[in-house]
């Protein structure tokens, strides 16, 4: 997990876990999601409500978090309107 997109709290250079192919918990959020969508090294995830939560490299902003700074565990992206969808590119 060198970018943190498994989203656990891992940043790159960290020793995470003995076998990382072991589904484990994300970190959050803590509620339910509707929907998630992976991209080369960030993932976007939705709740039923339609709040977004992103995590990831985010070198370009992929994140829509305002900056530019990668994100080892989920953090709600503030959005104008609920979420019906999300796609995460490369």
Request: charged share 20%; proline share 18%; net charge positive.
């Given at each position: 997990?060198?970018?943190?997109?498994?989203?656990?709290g891992i940043a790159d250079g960290e020793c995470c876990w003995p076998d990382d192919?072991?589904?484990?918990?994300v970190a959050g959020p803590a509620c339910a999601l509707?929907?998630?969508s992976c991209g080369g090294h960030h993932v976007w995830a939705l709740t039923p409500a339609g709040e977004a939560w992103a995590w990831g490299a985010n070198a370009f902003g992929m994140l829509g978090l305002g900056d530019r700074r990668?994100?080892?565990?989920?953090?709600r992206v503030a959005l104008p309107a609920p979420a019906a969808a999300a796609e995460c590119g490369y």
């Open positions: 997990p060198s970018f943190g997109q498994l989203g656990q192919r072991i589904p484990r918990p509707s929907s998630v990668s994100r080892t565990v989920p953090e």
